[in-house]
């Protein structure tokens, strides 16, 4: 199995090079350092384990996406779906031998993006990682107590798996204007996660809840976006999205450098107009307001640093339709 090993992998990004290349990092929370460090200490020297020698068998693929499922959402995940693995799913020069992908993700309070950017929502986006480390903990080791090897793909740190493409191929939702995933009925303010695993299951699809038609004519996102990097129209050079659209594309070099100083940005998240406003009257007991104050810093200059040979085209470019 050809499934992370160390010697045969490329080396992962070199944020901290990049970091240097926009001026250092500036973002100190303490909060976010907490989740952090918990997810590089506790949680991710044990995202490798044990596999049962005995195989629980599950009879039909449906019965063990249903097993898969409900144990996901025991485990924590607000949103869980399978899919096959396909090549487009897992980065560029990076090797994943099993057969299925789980995409799981996990809400963001609405509360805490009340200020954006700001060191709440910057704590929120570092304490939901963490969640989605225990969430593929938690399922990972059912899975392989059920016999079967599985991989875990966390979003913090070295991973395999891309989880935007699985989420939309595991019918977690669209792709927004944004670049992020947007449920219909839970909006954007998600985290993603993967799992891969070889365990026949059956699958979901994408869906088609036209989300992605009504970015055609919506730009409240784009609008708020300080460094402008969210694109005005589709790009034809950017792949297609699975109803056979052209795909918007994110200017990260636009993106990233402002996203690094200004506490993890992600503005166009709570504006989104997919954010469902009867959250804010009474969120959890706390009370909100309907609408973020957004603070538009000034934007830096357009930095890309990433070398030719560390960028991830869309493989689905080109995908017959
Ligand atoms: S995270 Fe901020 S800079 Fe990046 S696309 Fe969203 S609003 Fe724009
Ligand atoms: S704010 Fe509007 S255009 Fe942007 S992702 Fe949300 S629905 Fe789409």
Redesign the pocket.
Known sequence: MAVNDPQSRPPPFDWESWYEGIGGRSIRVPEVEHWFRKIFEEQMPNFAGPVAAKRREFGDPAAAARAVKASARAAGADLVGTCRLAPEHVYRGREVSHTHAIALAVRMRWRAFQTV?SPESAAEQARVYYELGRVCLGLAGEIRGWGYDCEIGHPVGDSNLLHLPIAIEAGLGELGR??SLIHPELGPLLRLASLAVSLPMACDGPIDAGIGAFCDSCMA?RK???????PDDRDPGAGKDPQGNDRYR?DTG???P??AR?Y??????PVCVYNHKEWARDFEGHKTKLFPEVVMNE?PPVFDGIPETERHAYPKLGRPQ
């Open positions: 950017p944004h670049g996102c708020f976006c300080p460094p402008k990097a969210i994110i636009r993106c990233f402002y996203f200004n993890y940005c992600a503005i166009c998240l934007p």
